[in-house]
């Protein structure tokens, strides 16, 4: 399996250029009125379907926290590439030979591979009856976002971002539990803010006592590598982020700093009412 996250991880990493104020970001117009449908009755308004969102950022950004709660919080399903690529490894058959050959080879695994994977779930879903989606990991590269196109309808793409030094911060502070496998974060993160900002402040994530003495690093949480993994990332994504801002379909989301202010941020970038009130106009 080592094989596997190493050829997911090597495909993704984030990096930003400019710094917008999470409160500055404009929600296409097009979108907000579907985000406040979302907020009203989490249906959308013509086909009874909710969302098909797509989340672009790096691990270390925090993209599968946000996705997987925003995915509960609509009732859709919350798709990560990651999970697809495992899940296909898991199943039993030729085509998880191949895959497992390609990933055991450290080779990444196609675009025509992650598509094919997607839209084999997408059409299942659809079979199950699941209105909308959120997509972790995907699309990567234009190509994949190109394809896309043909094989489903993306309202809108949120694009999270992390200042950099945070982001390397993080990567850097990144263990795992050698013998229970969760993952945790060791670093503080506590930066001044940029041109007259807020500061941020991201707080460490620590193992509990019985996992404190068994945290190991992955070899490649080194600097150089980190910056190198942005950089190969950015180079692949900036088209992408391109691609949907011509469709007016980019949301930017600038991460304010810890989970719950960035979650109520993120909700209020996107019209979204919080869980207690959503619940409440559900019931
Ligand atoms: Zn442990």
Same mark, same amino acid.
């Given at each position: 399996m080592a094989g596997v996250s190493r050829a997911i991880r090597a495909c993704a990493a984030t990096s930003q250029r400019t710094l917008v104020a999470a409160s500055a970001v404009a929600l296409p117009k097009e979108a907000r009125v579907k985000a406040a449908t979302v907020g009203r @009755?989490? @249906? *959308? #308004?013509?086909? *009874?379907r909710r969302v098909q969102w797509a989340f672009l950022g &790096? #691990? =270390?950004? =925090?993209k599968g926290t946000y996705a997987s709660r925003l995915s509960q919080l609509l009732g859709v399903p919350h798709i990560a590439t990651g999970d697809l690529v495992r899940d296909a490894l898991a199943s039993p058959g030729p085509f998880s030979k191949k895959l497992a050959e390609i990933v055991n080879q450290g080779k990444l695994v196609s675009d025509e591979i992650i598509i094919n994977l997607l839209s084999r779930r997408l059409e299942e879903g659809e079979e199950k009856g699941e209105l909308g989606f959120i997509l972790d =990991?995907? #699309? @990567?590269t234009m190509r994949q976002a190109e394809i896309l196109e043909g094989v489903t309808n993306i309202d809108l793409v949120i694009n999270l971002k992390l200042r950099e030094e945070a982001l390397v911060a993080r990567c850097l502070g990144r263990r795992m539990c050698?013998? &229970?496998?969760e993952n945790f974060n060791v670093a503080s993160i506590d930066i001044e803010g940029e041109n007259g900002g807020a500061p941020m402040y991201l707080p460490p994530l620590l193992p509990p006592p019985q996992c404190e003495s068994k945290l190991i690093t992955r070899a490649d949480d080194t600097e150089e590598v980190v910056k190198n993994r942005l950089r190969v990332y950015h180079d692949l994504t900036e088209p992408v982020e391109g691609f949907y801002k011509a469709r007016q379909k980019l949301l930017e989301f600038n991460i304010p700093g810890g989970i719950p202010e960035s979650w109520r941020k993120l909700l209020e970038a996107l019209n979204i009412e919080d869980s207690d009130n959503m619940r409440s106009a559900v019931a």
């Open positions: @009755r989490g @249906r *959308g #308004p013509e086909d *009874g &790096c #691990p =270390g950004v =925090g =990991g995907f #699309p @990567r050698s013998q &229970c496998g």
